[in-house]
């Protein structure tokens, strides 16, 4: 079966501009997760999804947002976007709850220049 | 505050040698803790985890790991490494429907 899909998989953009990633979840998957993967901050959590209701959320600021439609596909939003939002995003997706484990997907690679 | 830790950012390993990389866990009540690889320029890959039962836990790829309660920790092991097992390696823990990673362990498998 398809895995996670997260698309473009690079993508650069400008100072001030916005971006929209792309996440399309194994089938039956209803969470959807988001990471940013930075050398100096490691993995940190963003948000999770879950039957289009955000039910966590990480310590980023609102210019990350993030949804999810009813066929469990998610789009995440930067708005704004500054030199440091430079990063490897991942989006995982679990069956229901994400305590036992994610399947990540190759991720969407965001240079800002 | 809850947390894992990682303690060595690099270890490095001969080929066919035994494996360990470190992880020591600070999360109340009973935590469910997993092992995820990640190769260059690729997403996580699940290896293992450990929820309740054997302390054992047998993953992907020959990987292992064993819970120690007494010690907080959970080390990844490998009887035996490969070239093909160097990587990004973090070990990770669920926490309110969201799992937190610790910092990374880069594993270098030397020929």
């Known amino acids: 079966k398809a895995g996670v899909t997260q698309t473009p998989r690079y993508l650069i953009k400008t100072r001030g501009q916005q971006v929209t990633l792309s996440c399309s979840p194994i089938s039956g998957h209803r969470s959807v997760s988001w990471y940013q993967q930075t050398p100096g901050q490691g993995l940190q959590f963003l948000f999770e999804y879950f039957s289009e209701t955000q039910r966590n959320k990480g310590n980023f600021p609102g210019r990350f947002s993030g949804r999810q439609f009813s066929n469990s596909r998610s789009e995440m939003n930067v708005s704004t976007l500054e030199l440091g939002d430079s990063a490897l995003y991942l989006c995982a997706s679990s069956r229901g709850s994400p305590d036992y484990g994610y399947t990540f997907g190759s991720g969407t690679r965001l240079t800002v220049v | 505050a809850q947390s894992v830790a990682q303690p060595e950012d690099q270890v490095n390993v001969a080929e066919g040698n035994p494996l360990t990389v470190k992880c020591t866990y600070s999360?109340?009540?009973?935590?469910?803790l997993f092992w995820y690889v990640q190769y260059p320029n690729r997403g996580l890959q699940f290896l293992l985890k450990?929820?309740?039962?054997?302390?054992l836990v047998k993953g992907s790829y020959g990987f292992e790991a064993e819970f120690n309660k007494s010690q907080t920790s959970f080390h990844l092991k490998k009887p035996s490494a490969l070239v093909s097992d160097s990587a990004l390696y973090f070990c990770a823990y669920s926490s309110a429907s969201k799992i937190i990673f610790g910092s990374g362990t880069r594993l270098s498998i030397r020929p």
């Open positions: 999360v109340s009540g009973n935590p469910y």
């Open positions: 450990y929820i309740t039962g054997d302390n």
